[in-house]
Protein backbone atom coordinates (compact mmCIF):
# COMPACT_ATOMS: atom_id res chain seq x y z
CA UNK A 1 0.00 0.00 0.00
CA UNK A 2 1.32 3.60 -0.91
CA UNK A 3 2.20 5.30 1.92
CA UNK A 4 0.91 9.65 1.99
CA UNK A 5 2.27 11.97 4.97
CA UNK A 6 0.43 15.41 4.99
CA UNK A 7 1.48 17.94 6.56
CA UNK A 8 -1.08 20.35 8.07
CA UNK A 9 -0.76 23.23 10.58
CA UNK A 10 -3.79 22.00 12.80
CA UNK A 11 -6.93 19.39 12.72
CA UNK A 12 -9.51 22.06 10.90
CA UNK A 13 -12.94 20.84 10.42
CA UNK A 14 -12.88 20.81 6.43
CA UNK A 15 -9.80 18.85 6.71
CA UNK A 16 -9.80 16.60 9.48
CA UNK A 17 -12.92 14.20 8.04
CA UNK A 18 -10.96 14.07 4.51
CA UNK A 19 -7.80 12.21 6.64
CA UNK A 20 -10.87 9.70 8.20
CA UNK A 21 -11.97 8.85 5.21
CA UNK A 22 -8.76 7.77 3.86
CA UNK A 23 -7.99 6.06 6.21
CA UNK A 24 -11.03 4.15 6.70
CA UNK A 25 -11.15 3.15 3.00
CA UNK A 26 -7.64 1.79 3.49
CA UNK A 27 -6.58 2.13 -0.89
CA UNK A 28 -3.41 4.11 0.61
CA UNK A 29 -1.54 4.28 4.20
CA UNK A 30 -1.73 8.09 5.08
CA UNK A 31 -0.43 9.57 8.40
CA UNK A 32 -0.68 13.38 9.34
CA UNK A 33 1.85 15.38 10.52
CA UNK A 34 0.75 18.68 12.38
CA UNK A 35 3.08 21.29 12.53
CA UNK A 36 1.00 23.39 15.37
CA UNK A 37 2.14 21.32 18.01
CA UNK A 38 0.26 24.13 20.85
CA UNK A 39 -3.11 23.17 19.03
CA UNK A 40 -3.97 19.99 20.68
CA UNK A 41 -5.98 22.12 23.07
CA UNK A 42 -8.07 24.33 21.19
CA UNK A 43 -5.88 27.78 19.39
CA UNK A 44 -6.64 31.64 20.21
CA UNK A 45 -8.40 32.84 17.04
CA UNK A 46 -7.26 36.87 17.01
CA UNK A 47 -10.31 37.46 14.71
CA UNK A 48 -12.85 35.86 16.67
CA UNK A 49 -11.41 37.20 20.27
CA UNK A 50 -11.04 33.90 22.06
CA UNK A 51 -10.10 30.68 22.48
CA UNK A 52 -10.94 28.29 19.62
CA UNK A 53 -11.63 24.05 20.43
CA UNK A 54 -14.00 22.65 17.78
CA UNK A 55 -17.06 20.83 19.38
CA UNK A 56 -16.80 17.80 17.04
CA UNK A 57 -14.13 15.41 17.11
CA UNK A 58 -11.13 15.90 14.67
CA UNK A 59 -8.84 13.63 15.51
CA UNK A 60 -10.04 10.50 15.70
CA UNK A 61 -10.06 7.69 12.79
CA UNK A 62 -6.54 8.36 11.36
CA UNK A 63 -2.88 8.09 11.94
CA UNK A 64 -1.16 11.70 12.93
CA UNK A 65 1.48 13.29 14.64
CA UNK A 66 2.11 16.22 16.67
CA UNK A 67 5.35 17.47 15.46
CA UNK A 68 7.37 19.68 18.21
CA UNK A 69 6.95 23.04 16.88
CA UNK A 70 10.04 25.62 18.23
CA UNK A 71 8.86 29.12 17.43
CA UNK A 72 8.80 31.62 19.82
CA UNK A 73 5.55 32.99 18.44
CA UNK A 74 3.33 29.94 17.01
CA UNK A 75 0.58 30.34 14.98
CA UNK A 76 -0.75 30.71 11.24
CA UNK A 77 -0.68 34.79 11.31
CA UNK A 78 3.59 34.75 9.96
CA UNK A 79 5.96 32.67 8.03
CA UNK A 80 7.90 31.68 11.44
CA UNK A 81 4.93 30.45 13.27
CA UNK A 82 5.82 26.65 12.31
CA UNK A 83 9.69 25.80 13.04
CA UNK A 84 9.92 21.79 13.48
CA UNK A 85 13.62 20.77 13.02
CA UNK A 86 12.27 17.34 13.16
CA UNK A 87 9.59 17.36 10.49
CA UNK A 88 11.48 16.29 7.89
CA UNK A 89 13.27 14.01 9.45
CA UNK A 90 9.95 12.57 11.01
CA UNK A 91 8.75 12.02 7.26
CA UNK A 92 11.51 10.30 5.98
CA UNK A 93 11.53 7.85 9.15
CA UNK A 94 7.54 6.93 8.47
CA UNK A 95 9.11 5.63 4.76
CA UNK A 96 6.46 8.14 3.06
CA UNK A 97 6.42 7.44 -0.57
CA UNK A 98 4.62 11.52 -1.21
CA UNK A 99 4.09 14.29 0.38
CA UNK A 100 0.90 16.52 0.23
CA UNK A 101 1.51 19.94 2.11
CA UNK A 102 -1.10 21.88 2.98
CA UNK A 103 0.29 25.67 2.66
CA UNK A 104 3.64 26.87 1.98
CA UNK A 105 3.88 29.95 3.74
CA UNK A 106 5.03 28.35 6.73
CA UNK A 107 8.81 27.63 7.85
CA UNK A 108 8.54 24.33 8.27
CA UNK A 109 6.27 23.47 4.60
CA UNK A 110 8.50 25.75 2.36
CA UNK A 111 11.62 23.81 4.01
CA UNK A 112 9.96 20.08 3.45
CA UNK A 113 8.75 21.52 0.00
CA UNK A 114 12.72 21.99 -0.88
CA UNK A 115 13.83 18.94 1.04
CA UNK A 116 11.22 16.52 -0.72
CA UNK A 117 11.74 17.64 -4.21
CA UNK A 118 12.93 14.88 -6.64
CA UNK A 119 13.01 12.81 -3.49
CA UNK A 120 9.46 11.76 -3.22
CA UNK A 121 6.40 13.59 -4.97
CA UNK A 122 5.61 16.61 -3.63
CA UNK A 123 1.72 17.78 -3.65
CA UNK A 124 0.43 20.62 -2.76
CA UNK A 125 -2.85 21.93 -1.48
CA UNK A 126 -4.28 25.40 -1.44
CA UNK A 127 -7.13 27.92 -2.25
CA UNK A 128 -5.34 30.87 -2.79
CA UNK A 129 -6.76 32.64 -5.90
CA UNK A 130 -6.08 36.08 -8.29
CA UNK A 131 -9.61 37.80 -7.49
CA UNK A 132 -7.63 40.51 -5.54
CA UNK A 133 -4.63 40.96 -7.68
CA UNK A 134 -4.07 44.50 -8.96
CA UNK A 135 -1.35 45.69 -12.15
CA UNK A 136 2.02 47.11 -10.58
CA UNK A 137 5.58 46.25 -9.49
CA UNK A 138 4.41 44.41 -6.13
CA UNK A 139 2.20 42.13 -8.04
CA UNK A 140 5.51 41.35 -10.65
CA UNK A 141 7.29 40.72 -7.61
CA UNK A 142 5.23 38.56 -6.10
CA UNK A 143 4.59 36.64 -9.17
CA UNK A 144 8.43 35.91 -9.35
CA UNK A 145 8.48 34.93 -5.96
CA UNK A 146 5.92 32.19 -6.30
CA UNK A 147 6.86 31.00 -9.52
CA UNK A 148 10.30 29.80 -7.48
CA UNK A 149 7.85 28.62 -4.75
CA UNK A 150 5.66 26.15 -7.03
CA UNK A 151 8.73 24.79 -8.94
CA UNK A 152 9.06 22.89 -5.75
CA UNK A 153 5.26 21.35 -6.43
CA UNK A 154 5.29 18.16 -8.43
CA UNK A 155 1.12 18.55 -8.57
CA UNK A 156 -1.28 20.48 -7.03
CA UNK A 157 -5.23 19.34 -5.91
CA UNK A 158 -7.29 22.89 -6.95
CA UNK A 159 -10.37 23.62 -5.39
CA UNK A 160 -12.23 25.49 -7.91
CA UNK A 161 -11.90 27.82 -11.14
CA UNK A 162 -9.62 30.86 -9.29
CA UNK A 163 -7.79 28.10 -7.46
CA UNK A 164 -7.00 26.90 -10.94
CA UNK A 165 -6.06 30.20 -12.83
CA UNK A 166 -3.34 31.16 -9.69
CA UNK A 167 -1.88 27.62 -10.40
CA UNK A 168 -1.27 28.34 -13.86
CA UNK A 169 -0.23 31.90 -13.45
CA UNK A 170 2.39 30.72 -11.07
CA UNK A 171 4.07 28.11 -13.43
CA UNK A 172 2.18 25.31 -12.75
CA UNK A 173 0.97 23.44 -16.01
CA UNK A 174 -2.64 21.60 -16.84
CA UNK A 175 -0.97 18.38 -16.25
CA UNK A 176 0.05 19.01 -13.02
CA UNK A 177 -3.24 20.22 -11.37
CA UNK A 178 -5.68 17.91 -10.27
CA UNK A 179 -9.50 18.89 -9.60
CA UNK A 180 -10.60 17.83 -5.54
CA UNK A 181 -13.48 20.19 -4.82
CA UNK A 182 -13.37 22.10 -1.66
CA UNK A 183 -15.97 20.98 0.66
CA UNK A 184 -17.66 20.61 3.74
CA UNK A 185 -19.69 17.25 5.58
CA UNK A 186 -22.60 17.53 3.34
CA UNK A 187 -24.05 14.45 5.49
CA UNK A 188 -23.39 16.67 8.62
CA UNK A 189 -25.68 19.37 7.72
CA UNK A 190 -28.20 17.23 6.25
CA UNK A 191 -31.91 17.41 8.17
CA UNK A 192 -33.17 14.14 7.82
CA UNK A 193 -35.82 14.23 10.27
CA UNK A 194 -36.63 17.34 10.52
CA UNK A 195 -34.74 18.23 14.08
CA UNK A 196 -32.69 21.00 12.76
CA UNK A 197 -35.63 23.07 11.02
CA UNK A 198 -37.95 22.40 14.10
CA UNK A 199 -35.11 23.76 16.57
CA UNK A 200 -34.58 26.50 13.93
CA UNK A 201 -38.17 27.60 14.36
CA UNK A 202 -38.15 27.18 17.18
CA UNK A 203 -35.19 29.80 17.91
CA UNK A 204 -36.66 32.34 15.12
CA UNK A 205 -39.67 32.66 17.73
CA UNK A 206 -37.72 33.34 20.52
CA UNK A 207 -36.45 36.29 18.23
CA UNK A 208 -40.11 37.19 17.55
CA UNK A 209 -39.16 36.33 14.21
CA UNK A 210 -42.68 34.75 12.58
CA UNK A 211 -43.06 32.59 9.45
CA UNK A 212 -43.47 35.41 6.49
CA UNK A 213 -40.40 37.06 7.72
CA UNK A 214 -37.57 36.71 5.01
CA UNK A 215 -34.19 36.46 6.78
CA UNK A 216 -31.04 37.60 5.99
CA UNK A 217 -28.14 35.55 8.03
CA UNK A 218 -24.46 36.46 8.28
CA UNK A 219 -22.37 34.03 10.03
CA UNK A 220 -18.12 34.31 10.44
CA UNK A 221 -15.88 36.47 11.57
CA UNK A 222 -16.69 40.14 12.40
CA UNK A 223 -13.66 41.26 9.99
CA UNK A 224 -13.10 44.20 7.16
CA UNK A 225 -12.65 41.47 4.67
CA UNK A 226 -15.93 40.20 4.72
CA UNK A 227 -17.66 43.36 5.30
CA UNK A 228 -20.73 42.77 7.30
CA UNK A 229 -21.12 46.63 7.70
CA UNK A 230 -22.27 46.52 4.21
CA UNK A 231 -25.62 44.18 5.08
CA UNK A 232 -26.32 46.21 7.92
CA UNK A 233 -26.15 49.73 5.64
CA UNK A 234 -28.56 47.91 3.28
CA UNK A 235 -31.23 46.68 6.18
CA UNK A 236 -30.97 50.54 7.71
CA UNK A 237 -31.72 51.83 3.89
CA UNK A 238 -34.31 49.18 3.16
CA UNK A 239 -36.22 49.68 6.05
CA UNK A 240 -38.72 46.52 5.60
CA UNK A 241 -40.03 45.13 8.57
CA UNK A 242 -40.58 41.88 7.04
CA UNK A 243 -36.64 41.61 6.34
CA UNK A 244 -34.93 41.03 9.14
CA UNK A 245 -30.91 40.02 9.54
CA UNK A 246 -29.20 38.07 11.58
CA UNK A 247 -25.44 38.45 12.47
CA UNK A 248 -23.64 35.02 14.13
CA UNK A 249 -20.25 36.10 15.48
CA UNK A 250 -17.70 38.05 17.09
CA UNK A 251 -14.71 40.21 15.78
CA UNK A 252 -13.35 43.79 15.55
CA UNK A 253 -16.15 45.43 14.27
CA UNK A 254 -18.49 44.49 16.87
CA UNK A 255 -19.01 47.19 18.91
CA UNK A 256 -19.41 49.23 15.21
CA UNK A 257 -21.88 46.87 13.89
CA UNK A 258 -23.76 47.06 17.28
CA UNK A 259 -23.82 50.75 17.43
CA UNK A 260 -25.38 51.23 13.90
CA UNK A 261 -27.97 48.38 14.38
CA UNK A 262 -28.96 49.76 17.99
CA UNK A 263 -32.48 51.61 16.21
CA UNK A 264 -33.18 48.86 13.96
CA UNK A 265 -35.53 46.34 15.43
CA UNK A 266 -34.66 43.91 12.63
CA UNK A 267 -30.71 43.53 12.93
CA UNK A 268 -30.19 40.97 15.52
CA UNK A 269 -26.92 39.65 16.75
CA UNK A 270 -25.97 36.25 18.26
CA UNK A 271 -22.42 34.97 19.30
CA UNK A 272 -20.02 32.91 17.91
CA UNK A 273 -21.57 29.32 17.87
CA UNK A 274 -19.89 26.01 17.55
CA UNK A 275 -19.77 23.63 15.10
CA UNK A 276 -22.36 20.92 16.63
CA UNK A 277 -25.02 23.21 16.50
CA UNK A 278 -24.16 24.88 12.95
CA UNK A 279 -26.76 23.26 11.10
CA UNK A 280 -29.47 24.77 13.15
CA UNK A 281 -27.68 27.90 12.60
CA UNK A 282 -28.06 28.07 9.22
CA UNK A 283 -31.64 27.45 9.07
CA UNK A 284 -31.97 30.73 11.37
CA UNK A 285 -31.84 32.52 7.76
CA UNK A 286 -33.63 32.01 4.63
CA UNK A 287 -30.72 33.21 2.49
CA UNK A 288 -27.01 33.16 3.71
CA UNK A 289 -24.82 36.44 2.80
CA UNK A 290 -21.27 36.81 2.08
CA UNK A 291 -20.65 40.46 1.17
CA UNK A 292 -17.00 39.79 1.09
CA UNK A 293 -14.80 42.65 -0.11
CA UNK A 294 -11.48 41.10 0.38
CA UNK A 295 -8.41 41.35 0.24
CA UNK A 296 -7.11 38.10 0.40
CA UNK A 297 -10.66 36.33 0.82
CA UNK A 298 -10.58 32.94 -0.81
CA UNK A 299 -13.57 30.46 -1.14
CA UNK A 300 -15.46 30.81 1.69
CA UNK A 301 -16.51 27.48 2.70
CA UNK A 302 -19.57 29.00 5.15
CA UNK A 303 -21.52 28.72 1.44
CA UNK A 304 -21.13 25.26 1.05
CA UNK A 305 -22.18 25.13 4.75
CA UNK A 306 -25.65 27.12 3.99
CA UNK A 307 -26.51 25.06 0.47
CA UNK A 308 -26.12 21.68 2.00
CA UNK A 309 -28.75 23.20 4.98
CA UNK A 310 -30.95 23.25 1.07
CA UNK A 311 -30.35 27.64 1.53
CA UNK A 312 -29.87 30.10 -1.61
CA UNK A 313 -26.68 32.36 -1.11
CA UNK A 314 -26.08 35.73 -2.00
CA UNK A 315 -22.46 36.12 -2.18
CA UNK A 316 -19.89 39.37 -3.36
CA UNK A 317 -18.42 38.89 -6.75
CA UNK A 318 -14.75 38.71 -4.18
CA UNK A 319 -16.16 35.49 -2.62
CA UNK A 320 -13.87 32.79 -4.41
CA UNK A 321 -16.49 30.06 -5.23
CA UNK A 322 -18.85 31.99 -6.59
CA UNK A 323 -17.60 30.90 -10.23
CA UNK A 324 -18.06 27.46 -9.12
CA UNK A 325 -20.75 27.38 -6.72
CA UNK A 326 -23.19 30.28 -7.72
CA UNK A 327 -25.56 29.92 -10.48
CA UNK A 328 -26.93 33.34 -10.63
CA UNK A 329 -31.03 33.17 -10.39
CA UNK A 330 -30.87 29.22 -10.18
CA UNK A 331 -29.49 28.97 -6.72
CA UNK A 332 -28.60 32.28 -5.82
CA UNK A 333 -27.27 35.85 -6.60
CA UNK A 334 -24.51 37.73 -7.13
CA UNK A 335 -23.76 41.04 -6.43
CA UNK A 336 -20.55 43.77 -6.89
CA UNK A 337 -18.48 43.78 -3.46
CA UNK A 338 -19.07 47.39 -1.81
CA UNK A 339 -21.69 47.95 -4.24
CA UNK A 340 -24.17 49.24 -1.58
CA UNK A 341 -26.76 50.03 -4.23
CA UNK A 342 -26.05 46.10 -6.44
CA UNK A 343 -26.66 44.98 -2.98
CA UNK A 344 -29.65 46.12 -2.29
CA UNK A 345 -31.20 45.28 -5.77
CA UNK A 346 -29.93 41.80 -5.25
CA UNK A 347 -31.82 41.64 -1.86
CA UNK A 348 -34.99 42.37 -3.34
CA UNK A 349 -34.85 39.59 -5.72
CA UNK A 350 -35.42 37.16 -3.23
CA UNK A 351 -39.19 36.49 -1.98
CA UNK A 352 -41.37 33.99 -0.73
CA UNK A 353 -42.06 32.66 -3.35
CA UNK A 354 -39.07 31.55 -4.99
CA UNK A 355 -36.04 30.74 -2.05
CA UNK A 356 -37.72 27.33 -1.66
CA UNK A 357 -37.19 26.68 -5.13
CA UNK A 358 -33.64 28.30 -5.45
CA UNK A 359 -32.72 26.43 -2.08
CA UNK A 360 -33.46 23.00 -3.47
CA UNK A 361 -31.41 24.30 -6.42
CA UNK A 362 -28.41 24.38 -4.14
CA UNK A 363 -28.79 21.44 -2.56
CA UNK A 364 -28.13 19.86 -6.03
CA UNK A 365 -25.43 21.99 -6.57
CA UNK A 366 -23.14 21.38 -3.61
CA UNK A 367 -23.82 17.12 -3.48
CA UNK A 368 -20.78 17.02 -6.11
CA UNK A 369 -18.49 18.88 -3.50
CA UNK A 370 -18.20 16.33 -1.05
CA UNK A 371 -15.17 14.77 0.76
CA UNK A 372 -15.48 11.27 -1.19
CA UNK A 373 -14.56 13.70 -4.67
CA UNK A 374 -11.63 14.76 -2.81
CA UNK A 375 -10.76 11.19 -1.18
CA UNK A 376 -10.82 9.87 -4.81
CA UNK A 377 -8.30 12.58 -6.56
CA UNK A 378 -5.58 11.81 -3.83
CA UNK A 379 -6.00 8.31 -4.10
CA UNK A 380 -5.84 7.97 -8.03
CA UNK A 381 -2.82 10.40 -7.62
CA UNK A 382 -1.07 8.38 -5.02
CA UNK A 383 -1.66 4.84 -6.40
CA UNK A 384 -0.19 5.81 -10.02
CA UNK A 385 3.47 6.60 -8.36
CA UNK A 386 5.73 4.19 -9.45
Given at each position: MKKLAIISTHAIQYNA????????????????????ENS?????????????????????????????NTSLDH????????????????????????????????NSHFKAMRYFK???????????????????????LR?????????YVDYAFY???NNKNYYLKHGLTGKQLIFAPHAIDNKR??????????????????????????????????????????????????????????????????????????ENPNIFFLPFQNQSIMPVVYRLGDVFVLPSKGPNETWGLSVNEAMACGRPVLVSNKVGCAIDLVKNGENAYIFEAKNLNDLIVKINCFTKDNISRLGGCSKEIIKE??????????????????
Open positions: PVFKLLSERKNILIKVFYTWKDGIFDKKFGRQIKWDIPLLEGYDYQFVKGTHHFKGMINPDLNQKITSWGAQAVLIYGWNFKKIPVYFRGDSTLIDEVPGLKTIRLWLKIVYRVGAFTDLNGEYESQAIKWRKELNIVDDDIVFLYTGKFENKKDPIILIKAATLINNAKLKFIFVGNGDLEDEMKSMASYNFENIANAIETEINQIK
